[in-house]
């Protein structure tokens, strides 16, 4: 079993940047993919970036290359998501997530959830 916890989110303006933080408590296997989605109101979570815990390979959404930054520290149990030039539409709830066996987008496929962390950016 994992927990997450996010943390970081808050008002920014455009512009700005924040740092999220993703703390498991739980065994993280080499074989685990950790990643953020993001959710505005509506359905569907979306895919922002992940990371492969045992080798490090990093993944983004088009949208967010470039400005975004995800990484893990393995001594802290910790994901991390650096989001630099924020924009109006980066708004959202951000969550993170884990997969026990690796790569995916797909919301569906995540195997546990944190509650979310809200980032809002505005002037």
């Known amino acids: 079993q994992v927990q997450l916890e996010e943390s970081g989110g808050g008002l920014v303006q455009p512009g700005g940047s924040l740092r999220l933080t993703c703390a498991a408590s739980?065994?993280?296997?080499?074989?685990?993919?950790m990643a953020w989605f993001r959710q505005t109101p509506g359905p569907e979570r979306e895919f922002v970036a992940g990371i492969r815990w045992g080798a490090g390979t990093t993944y983004y959404e088009d949208s967010v290359k470039g400005r975004f930054t995800v990484s893990t520290d393995k001594a802290k149990n910790t994901m991390y998501l650096q989001m630099n030039s924020l924009s109006p539409e980066d708004t959202a709830v951000y969550y993170c997530?884990?997969?026990?066996?690796?790569?995916?987008?797909?919301?569906?496929?995540?195997?546990?959830w944190g509650k979310g962390t809200l980032v809002t950016v505005s002037s």
């Open positions: 739980g065994r993280i296997y080499s074989s685990s993919y």
């Open positions: 997530a884990v997969d026990r066996h690796g790569y995916t987008r797909q919301p569906r496929d995540m195997d546990y």
